[in-house]
């Protein structure tokens, strides 16, 4: 009996720090208060990152030679020999000497013949009579020259050198501030041994302090869905039942967010989404819906999943109206509008939240805006801009390199999340204004606040071959180009 007792009195000792911290950070969550703990932790990341690139600098600049060669010492040794020669080389041009092209070379040349001076003043006069004869109207009588691939090629080859639709799909360029994670910098043990026991001490706090942490939060906020759950399944008053799922909702989604060690600032909060709106953003992780969801509750769109997620669909529906539709129902746009229809006439549902581009971008860049919720009329489009500082923390989702259980374990052991959330002023849309039309400006607007490059590409490039339709376009452009030459 009396080990009995001593087991339990241990146990109660052991749990007692971890009861308190719980209702610690529910009490914070619920009051949505915070003690500064993390807004003072990420002004001390700050200084070490500082003082991390200060000292890799200091060694790349140490090991550069050309910082350590004498200024004189780097001019080229044949420039030293030139300048003691009485005059310059004579370069004699032979017949193998590589010709220039341009939109004026002749497609047949005849390299037997040698041209002299009149006859060269004679093809100049020809080729300046020819440029002016503009091109018939009719396929068939079109004369093709080489210089018109030119422009093609041209744009070939830029979007070889610099792709700007691929890059939107991989984590951001290396940042000019190491943040002591070797998934931004691998060769940290060629720096110094000052760096690479900082970034020795930084992964045995995060993997071994901030982890474990981080995982109880995430299995409180479990408890918390699952309870919650049980306990409006069973509220007999519907409205009452969607007043208490809002405030649930949002405390849930604190919990989370201290999960990463989330740093959020809102700004122009007065322009929150409404009851009865549709809320469109740019589209960088699903951490997104938790950084959105601690400010104001919504009812999520999506497709109905089994398993883990399906449950947690099951749970969420019990604290508000959400939209989840059978996977047969995905291609149906009309059928899913009607069911954004039904659910914006009821003026107590919560605002629907939208990621338009349909994938994740690395949040250097705003895509192509899908037209299906612009065509929703009958309620404004709330539009909010999410600008992450991936300093602490890298938010984008790389899909196609890690799933989402390696995602979320990468982020429960970065540094933190900051981030900056704009809320900008409602839009509706315009008279005469097609819903094409509509989602792009509704797109400038987002880029704009954030920050971001606003591009026509569609973000289904990350898995899918440009359209047909895309290439017919381009074609098109390049015919109608020869016409009005």
Not at 223 to 239: I, T
């Amino acid at each position: 009996m009396a080990t009995t007792v001593q087991i339990f009195t241990i146990i109660g000792i052991l749990c007692t720090p971890m009861i308190s911290i719980a209702a610690l950070v529910l009490t914070l969550a619920a009051l949505n208060l915070s003690l500064g703990v993390r807004s003072l932790y990420v002004k001390l990341l700050g200084l070490v990152f500082d003082y991390a690139t200060k000292i890799k600098q200091d060694k790349e600049l140490s090991n550069d030679p050309d910082v350590s060669t004498d200024e004189s010492s780097s001019v080229p040794s044949h420039t030293t020999k030139s300048t003691k020669t009485s005059a310059p080389p004579i370069v004699e041009k032979s017949d193998d000497d590589p010709i220039e092209i341009t939109s004026q070379t002749p497609l047949i040349s005849d390299s037997s013949r040698k041209i002299d001076d009149e006859d060269k003043s004679q093809e100049l006069i020809t080729t300046d009579q020819d440029q002016k004869v503009t091109r018939s109207s009719s396929q068939s009588d079109i004369q093709f020259k080489l210089g018109d691939i030119m422009h093609f090629t041209r744009q070939g080859l830029e979007a070889i050198v610099d792709d700007e639709v691929t890059k939107r799909f991989t984590s951001a360029e290396e940042m000019a501030v190491w943040n002591l994670l070797t998934r931004t910098q691998q060769q940290h043990e060629y720096f110094s041994a000052r760096i690479t026991l900082l970034w020795f001490l930084g992964f045995c706090v995060r993997y071994f302090l901030l982890f474990p942490f981080r995982l109880c939060l995430f299995i409180l906020a479990i408890l918390w869905m699952l309870g919650s759950a049980v306990f409006l399944k069973y509220f007999p008053k519907r409205d009452a039942k969607l007043r208490y799922g809002f405030y649930i909702n949002i405390v849930l989604h604190r919990i989370l967010s201290r999960v990463f060690s989330a740093i959020i600032t809102y700004h122009n909060t007065e322009y929150r989404a409404k009851c009865g709106s549709i809320c469109v953003a740019n589209h960088t992780s699903p951490i997104d819906v938790i950084i959105l969801s601690t400010d104001n509750s919504f009812s999520m769109i999506g497709q109905k999943h089994g398993g883990f997620f399906g449950m947690v669909q099951r749970t969420l529906s019990n604290t508000a109206n959400h939209i989840w539709f059978e996977r047969s129902e995905t291609k149906d746009r009309h059928m899913v509008a009607e069911k954004m229809r039904e659910h914006i006439k009821v003026e107590n549902n919560l605002p629907i939240l939208i990621f338009p581009e349909g994938t994740c971008i690395n949040n250097t860049s705003v895509m192509m805006f899908k037209k299906g919720c612009f065509e929703i009329t009958e309620a404004p489009i709330y539009p909010v801009a999410i600008k992450y500082d991936n300093r602490f923390g890298d938010a984008f989702w790389n899909s196609t390199k890690h799933d989402l259980f390696q995602y979320l374990i990468l982020m429960m052991t970065s540094w933190a999340i900051v981030v900056d959330v704009y809320y900008l002023p409602p839009m509706t849309i315009e008279k005469d204004e097609t819903s094409i039309d509509f989602a792009r400006r509704v797109k400038a607007a987002i880029a704009k606040q954030g920050g971001f490059v606003d591009l026509e590409w569609d973000g289904g490039l990350k898995r899918a071959l440009p359209k047909a339709d895309f290439k017919a376009e381009e074609q098109r452009k390049f015919y109608e180009m020869l016409k009005t030459e």
